[in-house]
């Protein structure tokens, strides 16, 4: 396979460069509106929510249909350049980027919710539909979309189709694969295909299951049918403050053990704490260890007697209080302060580094120990944020990127903790995805035959590796992959 | 050109955004477009390779540049706090001096000089300007030249005003310096009566001064007080609006007065930025510092401090159905989303429905939408659509620029649907007033 390179070049010979016939081909599918070719108009398409590692693509395209994004990637086939989607960029593991170069196929503008059905309890939206716009859609029929992710106000459908996205709520409701009963794909050769479909059971091979969480390997979704649920009649939202995390990680499982399903259950350390206090002034204790928030929900009857167990768990072990959220805006300032916790920590730390690992729920104080170890040992200030239900931890590594000697430090100790992940029979990432961050953990995650299995799927699914190169799975001596050697960990500072 | 751009910006503000992207669904011209060259990320992004001398700034960054509407709605949206407006002001205010010095100076255009600079901060120049267009409007004669096509022989930009006009008010006479508190005097505030706003929406000022003294407020209306210089600082002429916010200082009694009162969204939050016109403009001068930043601090928008106060229960019955619009500079820049809504609520049969995106930019953005017509255009359009989605027969917007703008969606539209300020609604019940004729109908449900 080519790279991009030689179509972006200009002409040798004085002939039209195959690049400039391909570059024609694209304007006349999506018009010149619908295409960016200038490296200044480029460049911002080099990253996404994970900057350390960057590459502009060749062009740019916005389609608007499905028959436009087959167009296009048939012309990539004709071509052979690699191609990759793109949602809002919001992704944390290099997701969107374009290894290789290539062409960037934006689905922003194909966000139109086709049809929403409350009696079978289903819509059929477009991928570039950001998910929060969705239940903004359903706001005041009773209905919702389930998965929540913290970016949800900006994440669009495809994306969370991609990664397989989770979130606070996913603890009760199941992540993405569990509400997406249908797809519209178009194949990394350029046919359309229709998976699943509007009714829960059906006989086929579950193929739906299959391309979510594929990380845009599989081809590129172009519509998805997605379940509605039903919203809760009541709910609780509780602020449990512990002495220390370890007793904070202990209610966790005393919570879990006793048979209840929170609808979300999540742990903020005093670090956290801090920097959600000097942006959003709730209230939180500063001198806790550890803080946790819980929501049940359900029947109006039942709630109360959950909370009421709950509230005697935490007790038992060793909450100094547990509070109730009193009102529905007090609930949503709780949740407000959860969701954006990422972005508080710039008050804490010039840059930071998030980690996404997993570990079965039984192991959280092992691991957060561990954690605490890590930071002490590396001399690296780490407060933790997580989706402690799951056991999905996002341990921060603060420090400042101007100390190189620091920010070593940082990524020997966020690998160190992924490998204690791996170790503890948990993963590398609960709901950022693979990306290009963690490929080099596949191997270590996975054994050589299922490594093997997996590969062989996406070349039976993408035979030519031109649909999104370089992602989800190693790929050995692929063409247009180039080695980008991680130099520093970190969000901050993108280029 | 990078070093230029460095003088102007603080460069640790860069460094604030950690490239999330929960931004970008909160950016009109990204929603729009779906660009990332569009979004806030997007512009940083830019900016930012503009200032490391990684990209030149061509005509094409300029472009994504200056179709930011200025609305600020990703500062709302952006969890780490970065401050965008103190990114892309100061950025432009590099721009315009490098234009400047090139001699492509395009504040010096005959819109920027004669219009944008020359008349709108003027209310009596205008007045004088509107009377003919009032006149036209009264006998007729704009429709007549509409159909005439006589309006084509107008500039674009002189075209696209045109069109904007609402229905005129008659001129009235400047409102007295003093008016007295009803009942107890519960406190004595200033009023803020703007230049493009007392000139089209005089009766919006006469309804905030009434609704103030019917709160116990004492209202001071200083003559001298003058435009708040937004145009200008907007369009990256910042010493002028230091003139500007220099004169009004003047005007205004901030010892005596408890408040000064902003009924206009975008005049209201130019005001708070006095403080930031001082840390750019006055850093040799503290006197002045002080001074602006006094003026800043009492600054209110209407809604914010009528809550503060503990408004006076209206009982003047309106059975409409409404929906309130925010203003990207009450709800952005100043963070007043519940205050103009909390008020609303208080008025009798008022049924107040949501409208979504509520908080996303009309496209009237001062002078963008004489500036970007195609995107203004759109935007409008968007606002449009959800409005009528929303049922409402009436549109609350607290922004003389957001009101044109919807307006003359509306008018285009050919909906019998009624855009005007809050205070003039809240005004109407105080007083125990009807609602207009054309909507004195029972809503149609939906």
Redesign the interface.
């Known amino acids: 396979m080519s790279t991009l390179r030689t179509i972006s070049g200009g002409p040798t010979d004085g002939t039209e460069s195959a690049g400039a016939q391909m570059l024609e081909r694209f304007r006349a599918i999506v018009g010149d509106d619908g295409m960016?070719s200038?490296e200044?108009?480029l460049?911002?398409?080099e990253?996404?929510?994970f900057?350390i590692e960057k590459k502009a693509p060749d062009v740019v395209l916005?389609p608007t249909t499905t028959e436009q994004v087959v167009q296009i990637v048939r012309i990539c086939n004709e071509f052979d350049v690699p191609f990759v989607p793109r949602g809002?960029?919001?992704s944390l593991a290099g997701g969107c980027l374009p290894v290789g170069g290539g062409v960037m196929i934006?689905l922003?503008?194909m966000?139109r919710i086709l049809e929403i059905n409350l009696r079978d309890r289903y819509a059929i939206v477009e991928p570039?539909l950001?998910n929060?716009?969705l239940t903004?859609a359903l706001?005041g029929t009773g209905y919702h979309y389930a998965p929540d992710p913290s970016?949800q106000?900006?994440?669009t459908i495809c994306g969370n189709v991609a990664t397989n996205s989770g979130g606070p709520h996913t603890l009760k409701y199941g992540v993405t694969v569990n509400h997406v009963t249908g797809l519209e794909v178009v194949t990394p050769e350029g046919e359309v295909i229709q998976l699943g479909g509007v009714a829960d059971s059906r006989p086929e091979l579950d193929l739906t299951g299959l391309f979510v969480g594929s990380e845009g390997t599989f081809g590129i979704c172009t519509k998805a049918i997605v379940r509605l649920t039903r919203d809760p009649a009541a709910f609780r939202t509780m602020l449990g403050v512990f002495e220390t995390v370890r007793q904070a990680t202990e209610a966790i499982s005393a919570i879990i053990a006793a048979g209840i399903v929170p609808a979300a259950l999540e742990m903020m350390d005093q670090g956290i704490v801090e920097a959600l206090e000097a942006?959003f002034q709730f209230g939180f204790p500063l001198d806790a260890g550890a803080v946790l928030l819980i929501e049940v929900d359900g029947l109006a009857v039942g709630v109360d007697d959950e909370a009421k167990k709950i509230i005697d768990l935490c007790r038992e072990s060793g909450a100094r209080e547990v509070r109730s959220a009193n009102s529905p805006q007090e609930r949503q300032k709780l949740w407000k302060c959860r969701k954006?916790?990422?972005?508080?920590i710039?008050?804490l730390s010039?840059s930071?580094c998030t980690q996404d690992g997993v570990v079965p729920r039984t192991r959280l104080p092992e691991i957060l120990d561990f954690i605490i170890d890590c930071g002490h040992r590396h001399g690296v200030r780490i407060v933790n944020v997580f989706h402690a239900g799951d056991g999905n931890i996002h341990p921060i590594l603060l420090f400042d990127e101007r100390d190189e000697a620091q920010t070593q430090r940082v990524l020997q100790a966020s690998h160190e903790i992924l490998d204690k992940c791996i170790e503890l029979g948990g993963s590398v990432t609960g709901e950022h995805g693979i990306g290009v961050e963690k490929l080099s953990f596949m191997q270590k995650l996975f054994g050589e035959s299922d490594v093997a299995v997996m590969s062989d799927l996406r070349a039976a699914l993408n035979p030519d590796g031109r649909c999104s190169p370089s992602k989800l799975l190693p790929t050995a001596g692929a063409c247009g992959m180039e080695e980008v050697p991680q130099i520093k960990p970190g969000?901050?500072?993108?280029? | 050109m990078a070093e230029r751009v460095l003088d102007h910006v603080e460069y640790d503000r860069f460094l604030d955004c950690v490239h999330c992207g929960l931004c970008t669904s909160a950016c009109p011209t990204y929603l729009e477009t779906g660009d990332e060259n569009n979004s806030p990320r997007g512009r940083i992004y830019l900016m930012r390779a503009v200032a490391d001398g990684k990209l030149p700034l061509s005509d094409t960054v300029q472009r994504h540049l200056d179709l930011c509407l200025d609305c600020r709605s990703c500062e709302t949206a952006c969890p780490s706090g970065v401050q965008y407006g103190r990114l892309i002001e100061p950025f432009r205010a590099a721009t315009q001096e490098q234009a400047s010095l090139a001699g492509q100076d395009v504040t010096r255009s005959w819109f920027h000089r004669g219009i944008l600079y020359g008349l709108f901060p003027y209310p009596n120049r205008m007045k004088w300007a509107l009377a003919p267009a009032r006149w036209a409007q009264r006998l007729g004669l704009d429709r007549l030249a509409e159909t005439l096509g006589l309006f084509s022989l107008f500039p674009k930009k002189l075209r696209r005003m045109q069109r904007l006009l609402p229905p005129l008010p008659r001129p009235e006479r400047a409102l007295p310096v003093v008016l007295s508190a009803q009942g107890t005097k519960r406190a004595r505030v200033g009023l803020f009566t703007g230049c493009v706003a007392e000139a089209v929406f005089s009766p919006t000022n006469r309804a905030t001064a009434r609704v103030l003294q019917a709160n116990g407020c004492e209202v001071v209306v200083p003559p001298t007080q003058v435009c708040c210089g937004a145009i200008h600082y907007h369009s990256g002429t910042a010493e002028q609006a230091l003139k500007f916010a220099l004169q009004n200082v003047a005007a205004f009694p901030v010892d005596g007065l408890d408040a000064i009162i902003v009924d206009v969204a975008g005049g209201g939050a130019l005001v708070q930025e006095y403080k930031h016109i001082a840390e750019e403009l006055c850093r040799e001068n503290p006197q002045q510092q002080t001074a602006l930043r006094a003026l800043a601090g009492k600054m209110r928008d209407v809604s914010e401090f009528l809550m503060e106060l503990g408004p006076v229960q209206p009982t003047g019955s309106l059975p409409l159905k409404a929906t309130y619009h925010d203003a990207c500079h009450l709800v952005h820049a100043q963070r007043i989303r519940e205050q103009p809504r909390d008020l609303l609520e208080l008025i009798p049969d008022l049924k107040l429905v949501p409208l979504a995106e509520s908080d996303i930019c009309c496209g009237a953005a001062g002078s963008y939408n004489l500036t970007e017509a195609d995107m203004a255009d759109r935007l409008a359009q968007r606002k449009l659509d959800n409005i009528l989605a929303s049922g409402a027969q009436v549109v609350l917007s607290a922004n003389a620029g957001c009101t044109l703008q919807i307006q003359a969606a509306i008018r285009k539209s050919g909906k019998p649907l009624w855009t005007v300020h809050p205070i003039e609604l809240l005004d109407l019940s105080y007083r125990n007033e009807p609602p207009p004729e054309f909507l004195r109908v029972q809503p149609t449900t939906n």
């Open positions: 960016l200038r200044d108009e460049l911002v398409f990253c996404d929510g900057v916005f809002a960029g919001t934006t922003t503008r966000q570039g950001v929060s716009h903004r706001q970016s106000g900006a994440c942006a954006q916790a990422f972005g508080a710039g008050r010039p930071y969000r901050k500072a993108p280029m």
